[in-house]
């Protein structure tokens, strides 16, 4: 009981205050200060910025279009994707409602050509026929296998080879081909083999750019004007019927930006005429008294002044007081100074000094002859004041094309020394050999130049060359040169070409013609085509000296019996 009564006294309320203490004062609650809070200044209103949409142009090429033409137009194309001028998106595009619609060019075409793809009518080489007419081709394209039988064999007609771009291209410009049409379509690494395997009755179409010394360019008749040569420089290539052009249509500005191309632009194209024998004495220069001093080049000068580099191999040294000429002067020879007004008036670039003459009234007149080239401002070469002069090439850069000219005189006679002036040797101790040339056309063509050798060889008055000529001839060409000439040939002679390069082994008299025999007194101009750095091939213009002095062109059927003439004596 006691237990309990314990329990419960320690549940009882503590007794907080007794009778001593004063009573507990109540708790107040303080005082609460409410802040008004301070107004946050607004700064003021600001624009919020906008996106200002980036321009999309579109652009879209044609896909009729061959792929060698589509692939450097999307190259272009691609460009102005990344370059984005005026700060516009460029887009390719399948649609033919794009911004800028790239397609070849018709009759009623309003944009701007940005391209141009000129296309060359050609033949092997060894052909005789140097034109079509263009209504002729035309009507073979459509079917008609009949139409050009100048290109067709008593076994087989022509033959037209193309490769398929070239196929694609004509059929934009032509139409589709007829279903009879004898067009082969070849891969274009075999395409000259082919048409060679099937001349005489084959042509072939190329793109101008992809010309080779193999092929013969033909001139083309557009039936309104005169026949169109692609190495004339001042052909007018609007009227010309086989130039594929391509045209932006549509936003003039963003086709603006686009870079124009050809594959024929006459600034990289370089014409070298190469001539035959120059000796203004005996009969020539007695017709030149008579006739005036530029008599006899008045009938072809046109064929020299065009060229861009005019060859003379002047064989004969002037001399102030050399006799007056007649016809029988023989063979010790010289010129008036006054004569080389014809020189200049055919518009001379450069003097081949390889010739057998030089010394004939002695080497002094040599030595004031080089002094009025050097003060024409003609550069020469076979031939200089001392031995390393005389072998020393001639370079230079003719429209983008690195040139080199370089000869020597095989056959012999006035031949510089460590001392004298004269020709240049073509060995150092048997003359005959090739062992001083050979190493200069090998060097010069590693470094990039296309090379022109020549020759002073022995003079032979037929058509084909000797085996030794021959071999002697392709040496050089093996070496590296892209054109050999025979400057000794009064007599003409005939040819060989591969791809390597074009050999004629007699050019034939030029201003000098006063010989009996009938092949001396067929000449020819050889204007030899470079462009962009590769050689195309050569344009062979025939003349016949008339008058003892004067080259004359030969007529169609006197040409064309020439041409078969070389042909056969040059074993094709």
């Known amino acids: 009981m006691a237990l309990v009564t314990s329990l419960c006294a320690c549940s009882a309320p503590a007794n907080l205050s007794s009778p001593d203490s004063q009573p507990a004062q109540a708790l107040r609650p303080l005082p609460i200060t409410y802040l008004a809070p301070s107004p946050t200044p607004i700064p003021s ?49 399948d649609n033919p409602n794009a911004d800028v619609r790239l397609r070849a060019a ?46 067709s064999a008593p076994d087989r007609p022509t033959t037209l080879f193309m490769d398929a771009d070239t196929q694609a291209a004509l059929t934009l410009l032509l139409g589709p081909a007829g279903q009879t049409a004898p067009v082969r379509i070849v891969d274009t690494p075999a395409l000259i083999d082919a048409a060679w395997e099937a001349r005489p009755a084959a042509l072939a179409i190329v793109p101008f ?18 026949q169109m040569n692609l190495f004339d420089k001042t052909l007018d290539e609007a009227g010309y019927p086989l130039a594929l052009r391509v045209v932006a249509e549509g936003d003039a500005t963003l086709a603006g930006h686009l870079p124009t191309t050809t594959n024929r632009d006459v600034n990289k ?18 017709q030149m008294e008579r006739k005036g001093i530029t008599y006899p080049a008045e009938a072809i000068v046109d064929w020299l002044v065009t060229a861009d580099v005019t060859h003379i191999s002047n064989e004969v040294s002037f001399w102030e007081d050399c006799p007056f000429p007649s016809f029988n002067d023989g063979v010790s020879m010289c010129s008036n100074p006054k004569y080389i007004e014809l020189l200049k008036y055919v518009g001379t670039d450069i003097i081949e000094l390889s010739g057998n003459h030089l010394w004939d009234k002695g080497w002094v007149h040599l030595s004031t ?29 003719v429209n983008g094309n690195r040139l080199a000219f370089i000869g020597c005189n095989w056959f012999g006679a006035n031949w510089a020394t460590d001392t004298l002036p004269g ?11 090739l062992d001083l040339i050979v190493p200069i056309i090998r060097r010069l063509a590693d470094e990039g130049y296309l090379v022109i050798a020549t020759l002073q060889y022995e003079e032979y008055y037929f058509y084909q060359p000797t085996l030794q000529q021959a071999r002697d001839f392709m040496a050089l060409r093996d070496a590296g040169a892209v054109v050999v000439n025979g400057s000794q040939g009064h007599h003409a002679q005939g040819f060989n070409v ?10 034939g008299n030029l201003f000098f013609g006063d010989q009996f025999e009938y092949g001396a007194h067929q000449t020819m101009v050889d204007r030899h085509a470079f462009y962009d750095g590769r050689y195309l091939g050569v344009d062979v213009r025939t003349a016949f000296i008339e008058d003892y002095a004067k080259p004359a062109p030969m007529t169609p059927e006197a040409r064309a019996e020439f041409l078969r003439t070389l042909i056969q004596a040059s074993g094709y």
């Open 269 to 286: 194209l370089a014409i070298v005429a190469m001539t035959g024998v120059t000796a203004l004495v005996r009969g020539t220069a007695v």
């Open 423 to 433: 020709s240049a040797r073509c060995g150092s101790n048997d003359p005959h050999d």
């Open 498 to 507: 591969t791809a390597q390069g074009f050999i004629r082994y007699g050019t």
């Open 106 to 151: 018709g009759q009623d075409s309003a944009g701007v050509t940005v391209l141009t793809r000129v296309f060359a009518v050609v033949a092997p080489f060894p052909s005789v026929p140097d034109s079509i007419s263009f209504t002729a081709l035309s009507a073979l394209w459509a079917g008609d296998a009949t139409a050009l039988p100048e290109f």
């Open 369 to 397: 002859t080089l002094q009025m080239y050097d003060e024409l401002g003609w550069p020469y070469f076979a031939g200089g004041r001392n031995f390393d002069e005389a072998l020393r090439p001639v370079t230079m850069t």
């Open 209 to 226: 750019d992809q010309l080779d010394p193999r092929w013969k360019l033909l001139w083309l008749d557009n039936a309104t004007s005169a």
């Open 45 to 93: 209103a600001t624009p919020i910025p906008t996106t200002t949409p980036v321009p999309i142009r579109t652009v879209w090429i044609d896909p009729a279009l061959p792929e060698s033409i589509r692939q450097p137009l999307t190259g272009a194309v691609n460009d102005l994707i990344a370059q984005r001028p005026d700060g516009a998106i460029i887009a390719l595009s």
